[in-house]
């Protein structure tokens, strides 16, 4: 750690991440047959064994999904307009969110411990609207990992988000994914051009597994 006018600074990305002060925070990875074939799969595999890694070293896990419905009650017309610009249809959105129908949960292949929080977002920053940052506060921590979707709308909404209220905010890039091929690598970028950490998870496992030594 560096000392800066009586502030300790993490120097290096092994005190970023430690167990003692990060999170681990699981974006959108939703019941969905995306998950089930190709570079998608990789990634749901990659995402497990950060999750089952971070269990081993009392690292807190957060499990977000989008809560839609009954009707897109809870999305405002500028934001189905924002779906309508996306390509979507009027009759599509009906059909995907019938009256009186909720959806959004996590993909079945995750199995969350008692300790750990499954937590329905609103927007695309898993902060916004939800108690995340007061759980942050609870646990002390400092550092907010990222894995899931998308990486250019949810997650890297949660990373402007979490960079502005002064977590460490660190991306896993072998454990994102976006629909858009184009915006993935975009925000890839956008991370490493504003200065925040992008790793692999085999670096962090190899982090984690040094700190149990």
């Given at each position: 750690m560096l000392t800066i006018n009586g502030r300790n600074v993490c120097e290096n990305i092994s005190e970023v991440v430690s167990p003692t002060r990060a999170a681990l925070a699981v974006i959108d990875i939703e019941d969905s047959t995306i998950w089930n074939e190709g570079a998608d799969a990789i990634i749901l595999k990659n995402v497990k064994t950060l999750i089952e890694s971070a269990r081993s070293i009392n690292l807190p896990v957060f499990y977000f999904y989008n809560r839609r419905g009954p009707a897109l009650n809870n999305i405002s017309?500028?934001?189905?307009?924002?779906?309508?610009?996306?390509?979507?249809?009027?009759?599509?959105i009906r059909q995907a969110w019938p009256e009186g129908e909720g959806a959004g949960e996590l993909h079945p292949d995750f199995a969350p411990t008692p300790n750990e929080r499954v937590i329905?977002?609103?927007?695309?920053?898993?902060?916004?609207?939800?108690?995340?940052?007061?759980?942050?506060?609870?646990?002390?921590?400092e550092s907010v990992i990222l894995v899931g979707c998308s990486t250019d709308w949810c997650v890297e909404a949660t990373a402007w988000y979490a960079t502005n209220k002064d977590y460490?905010?660190?991306?896993?890039?072998?454990?994102?994914r976006g629909p858009r091929p184009d915006g993935h690598i975009a925000a890839l970028k956008q991370?490493?051009?504003?200065?925040?950490?992008?790793?692999d998870s085999g670096e962090l496992l190899r982090i984690w597994g040094e700190s149990e030594s």
């Open positions: 017309p500028a934001y189905i307009r924002v779906l309508m610009n996306l390509g979507w249809d009027i009759e599509r329905p977002k609103d927007r695309g920053s898993a902060f916004e609207g939800t108690n995340l940052e007061l759980l942050l506060r609870t646990f002390q921590r460490y905010t660190v991306i896993i890039e072998d454990c994102v991370f490493r051009a504003i200065g925040l950490d992008v790793l």
